[in-house]
């Protein structure tokens, strides 16, 4: 089967080709601008990290990238469509969530340049359709992830690292009445997703025990128990990052109230942390990698291009 590439490739190729030459719905408190650059502006010491790391594997770029964001705090929904039914920013250096936390170093990341990084964040936001409230990809298990995977950006690995269980449900108009956070959402009920949703989820001990197995770059997604009466599984997103150390090493956005901020910490802790939930239980992780391409594909050894 031919991959699909992902629909902004055609604004990404020139960039690429000059670059190889010389827990979600928590709260959190809004956090101010930064005076020294606007809102929405790249700093220059990430455009200056990005370009610097733009010759090195992908997930070294994804470690590279994202550095100078470690210790930002972590705000709840921190980026909307800058108008409209959300007018926070479109794009923001200063805070995350644990998604936003993800895209921005995906864009980053994957982009031949920082400064054509919109094309792959918007693409992950977004998919196809044109930038607003009522298109962007809300939910991970029926919209974003569907929409990364299909559109090339992501690609399942979960089933690399042992046996998965499979989780489905199905998103009927009744469920979302019925949801005690559907008001959360300014969508109407003819903008919330519907049908079945499936997820492979890695049971967590099988996680904790292959925790440092698993590849630098992976994005890793927490996963909660299934409960028919609720609209997804997925309640934090962070990626492992290349270390010199034999323990695996995740980085997110860290909702923890000891530090709500972008933080490292061993994977494995991590997993096990997460099987002290008592409210809603952890049931274990999925895990997916962003999907190289364009010019730097003739860049890696034969080894990383067979990884792909």
Same mark, same amino acid.
């Given at each position: ?139 991970? =298990? ?146 997916? =990698? ?11 050894? =034969? ?6």
């Amino acid at each position: 089967m031919t991959r699909r590439l992902p629909s902004a490739i055609l604004a990404l190729v020139v960039p690429l080709m000059l670059a190889t030459g010389p827990d979600a719905g928590d709260t959190g408190d809004a956090v101010p601008a930064p005076t020294a650059v606007p809102l929405g502006a790249i700093p220059s010491n990430i455009i200056d990290q990005a370009r610097q790391a733009r010759h090195q594997s992908l997930a070294d770029r994804m470690k590279s990238v994202s550095e100078p964001l470690i210790d930002a705090p972590y705000v709840n929904d921190p980026m909307g469509e800058g108008q409209g039914r959300d007018v926070d920013p479109y794009t923001r250096y200063d805070a995350y969530d644990c998604l936003t936390l993800v895209e921005e170093t995906l864009a980053l990341a994957l982009s031949g340049d920082a400064v054509h990084s919109a094309d792959v964040r918007t693409g992950l936001r977004y998919g196809t359709s044109e930038p607003s409230y009522s298109t962007r990809n809300h939910f991970m =298990e029926l919209q974003w992830i569907p929409e990364a995977v299909d559109n090339g950006w992501l690609r399942e690995t979960t089933g690399d690292y042992g046996q998965t269980v499979i989780h489905e449900n199905e998103i009927t108009p009744e469920l979302w009445q019925k949801w005690g956070r559907r008001s959360l959402f300014q969508l109407t009920d003819d903008e919330l997703p519907m049908g079945k949703m499936t997820l492979a989820v890695l049971p967590l001990q099988t996680a904790i025990d292959v925790a440092d197995t698993i590849r630098p770059g992976s994005i890793i997604m927490s996963v909660r128990e299934n409960r028919h009466w609720v609209p997804l599984w997925i309640t934090h997103v962070g990626f492992t990052v290349p270390t010199d150390g034999d323990a695996a090493i995740i980085r997110h956005a860290n909702r923890m109230k000891s530090s709500m901020r972008v933080r490292d910490n061993k994977l494995k802790w991590y997993l096990e942390h997460t099987g002290t939930y008592k409210n809603w239980k952890a049931a274990g992780i999925a895990i997916y =990698e962003p999907v190289e391409f364009g010019p730097r594909l003739s860049r890696l050894t =034969e080894e990383q291009r067979a990884a792909l």
